[in-house]
């Protein structure tokens, strides 16, 4: 079965750096497209960037690009979203999610999510 | 503001048949396909269209989506209490080389 489990909630301070995970099983990991959504408090989804596990370089919205960096470890089957450089405005709650880009997922792998990340950022 | 534009609310009553409309352009809707999401309160979103028109496995026939040049539209019919939650669109940008997300709608059960 098709999962991606993303690693748990995390509280910095400003300024802090940070690098949060997604790990996936049940598939080919090297396969197919990973993105990362940002949902800031009671406000909508933004498309932050995606990263083609099995050999193409992150590609990111023009808002995000950056600000984050997007990357994935092959031999743990895990992508990664990470901060330099936290600021509070980066308090939101974050998703990974598998990547219909051009077409390209099978019909039983169209709707998976990890579960959210929660960051928080505060002084 | 969002790339796609969604009516901030809507509403219906218990069987009604409603509908959210999601306006585009030509970079995005009118050359890629569109997604619908469905998003409940502390939960991640749930996807009831893809690819214009196909529901994935699961997702019940009062669920329905089209799409006509630069706009997409989600119908919902015999609504019931529980499809009371946000709904999102989305699209790849060819200009932007990016996936865009509508503002969202609040759906509201009467």
């Known amino acids: 079965e098709v999962q991606l489990v993303q690693s748990g909630a995390e509280v910095k301070k400003p300024g802090e750096s940070l690098k949060i995970s997604c790990k996936a099983s049940g598939y080919s990991f090297t396969s197919y497209w990973i993105a990362w959504v940002r949902q800031m408090p009671g406000k909508g989804l933004e498309w932050m960037g995606m990263i083609y596990p099995g050999g193409s370089g992150a590609r990111y919205s023009p808002s995000f690009q950056g600000q984050v960096t997007i990357s994935a470890d092959k031999s743990i089957s895990t992508a990664y979203l990470q901060w330099s450089s936290l600021k509070a405005s980066d308090t939101a709650m974050y998703y990974c999610?598998?990547?219909?880009?051009?077409?390209?997922?099978?019909?039983?792998?169209?709707?998976?999510w990890g579960q959210g990340s929660l960051v928080t950022v505060s002084s | 503001q969002s790339v796609l534009t969604q009516p901030p609310s809507a509403s219906g009553t218990p069987g009604q048949r409603v509908t959210i409309s999601c306006s585009g352009s030509?970079?995005?809707?009118?050359?890629?396909?569109v997604y619908w999401y469905q998003q409940l309160p502390g939960t991640a979103p749930k996807l009831l269209i893809y690819r214009n028109n196909q529901r994935p496995s699961g997702v019940p026939d009062r669920f329905s989506g089209s799409k006509s040049g630069t706009s997409a539209s989600l119908a919902i019919s015999g609504l019931r209490s529980e499809d009371e939650a946000d709904y999102y669109c989305?699209?790849?940008?060819?200009?932007?080389?990016?996936?865009?997300f509508g503002g969202g709608t609040k759906l509201t059960v009467l």
């Open positions: 989305e699209a790849w940008d060819d200009t932007l080389s990016g996936r865009v």
């Open positions: 999610v598998l990547d219909d880009y051009g077409g390209s997922l099978p019909p039983n792998m169209i709707d998976f």
């Open positions: 030509n970079s995005n809707i009118g050359s890629n396909y």
